[in-house]
């Protein structure tokens, strides 16, 4: 590999010079002394064969590297707040006033230098550097931000400006969650097996949708009916009360009566803040049913097949008024599901999902499905058959035998489809077999037609006296 670069000064110590690279990368630095100038680098590949033929011959589009000593100071505050301006800010979401913005101009020695306006802001996310608004320009050295649906969302943000120059400055705004306005309550399931449990997720949430990070809210939940909540070491109590930092939690529900019916809620007294009642309900039977479509043709490495899940009741109806959200699970070798979970909505799947079948046949395989509070599962056993027959091997048991006419190499011929699965399913195939004319004082068959039993055939090739 040959880097050339123009536009250089005697201040920079690289040269054009070839550099290998190693895995497919190659790597150089290089330096200045130079306050400012532009290093605009270029790669050129060339390999060649053994015979000294050119069989590569790439260049690279051209790359600026820019030298700067100078740098855009950027401080920020609060419009309207009482701190002074600082290197970053933190605000609370949803702040009406926005962030004012100051620029200045500085040189290695912190002077203040005039500005190359206009100044252009690039807004990215700080964690993922995921570019959040395009490209704007600010024509002075103090700029007020107020995009309120980027102020609204917690998270850090870095605040990028460029002048004329490519001279770069930076600062970050960390957005924090606002107080907490609304407490959201998903049950896992609202209907579960008596002395099962279900499992409720409890998100603190602000008036933007942001979870409540960051301070400790105690949480006290209830729930009615007999139910209660379970903790490790305890009996189920219908009262709880946790410490949350992260703005989430779970916890698991249970109750032994099989005709109840529970309602469920959640508080913050500090917050003043309550989620709404949600009922659940402890039934005595219950089950999951999978339907796989043309369930007995599922062939490897052929089409998709339609799956639907219901919940059932006793009488295998569906039933009614159920909704959770089902875990799906499938042998990765054997096929994939388009999705790993699947809503339940009125005791019925309300999404499609697909099984596409994987390269390897295998028989009674399971569609692992989890759904808390139930744990029968019907119909979830399928088998994945091989492709049609591509090849077939021999295989001896003995490589040599003695020549006596009644000792006999046990031989097994196989068939396989195109992914090297037995045919086991392919019922029909016969093998034709002799041995050539100048080998029959050696060797004999005891016939010379074979049929195929679940892809598999055994006979004997039997000795004679001569070696």
């Known amino acids: ?34 306050d400012d100038i532009d290093a605009v680098f270029d790669v050129h590949i060339t390999t060649k064969d053994h015979y000294g033929k050119v069989i590569v011959d790439k260049k690279s589009a051209p790359v600026t590297i820019s030298v700067r000593s100078e740098r855009v100071s950027v401080q920020s505050k609060t419009k309207n707040g009482e701190l002074p301006f600082a290197s970053n800010s933190v605000i609370e979401a949803g702040n009406p006033n926005g962030i004012l913005f100051n620029l200045k101009k500085l040189n290695k020695d912190q002077i203040v230098l005039s500005e190359n306006l206009p100044y252009t802001l690039r807004i990215y996310d700080d964690i993922d550097n995921t570019l959040l608004r395009d490209p704007i320009n600010i024509g002075k050295n103090e700029y007020l931000f107020r995009d309120t649906s980027l102020l609204s969302k917690a998270g850090t943000y870095r605040f990028e400006f460029i002048d004329q120059k490519g001279v770069k400055g930076f600062t970050t705004i960390t957005v924090l969650p606002a107080l907490p306005t609304k407490i959201e309550v998903t049950p896992s399931s609202n209907i579960f097996i008596a002395g099962e ?33 379970m903790e490790e070491g305890k009996a189920p109590s219908s009262t709880i009360s946790k410490n949350v930092i992260q703005g989430y939690t779970s916890f698991d529900i249970t109750n032994a009566n099989p005709n109840g019916s529970m309602d469920l809620s959640f508080r913050i007294d500090s917050a003043n803040v309550a989620s709404d009642p949600v009922v659940l309900r402890s039934i005595d039977f219950a089950k999951v049913s999978i339907e796989v479509a043309d369930k007995e043709h599922i062939v490897a490495g052929k089409g998709k097949h339609a799956v639907h899940v219901k919940v059932l009741d006793k009488s295998n109806q569906v039933l009614d008024g159920y909704n959770g959200i089902l875990s799906l699970d499938f042998p990765k070798l054997s096929g994939t599901l388009s999705t790993p979970f699947v809503h339940i909505t009125n005791g019925v799947s309300d999404s499609d999902i697909d099984l596409t079948p994987g390269y390897v046949a295998e028989k009674n395989l399971r569609i692992q499905a989890q759904i808390p509070g139930i744990d029968m599962v019907e119909g979830n056993i399928i088998t994945v058959l091989p492709d049609v027959p591509m090849s077939f091997a021999f295989a001896k048991k003995e490589d040599r035998i003695e020549a006596k006419e009644s000792n006999l190499d046990n031989t097994r011929a196989t068939l396989y489809d195109r992914y090297g699965n037995i045919a086991y399913n392919a019922p029909g195939y016969r093998l034709s077999l002799n041995i050539p004319e100048e080998s029959k004082k050696y060797a004999t068959l005891s016939g010379t037609g074979y049929s195929f039993v679940d892809g598999i055939l055994d006979f004997d090739i039997g000795a004679t006296d001569l070696p």
């Open 197 to 229: 449990k279900t499992t409720v997720l409890v998100r603190i949430l602000d008036a933007f949708g942001n979870l409540a990070q960051g301070e400790v809210y105690k949480l006290g939940g209830s729930v009615s009916g007999g139910a209660g909540f």
């Open 1 to 34: 590999m040959t880097a050339n670069i123009t536009n250089i000064t005697p201040y920079i110590n690289f040269k054009p010079m070839e550099v290998r690279a190693q895995n497919g990368l190659a790597n150089y630095s290089f330096s200045t002394k130079n």
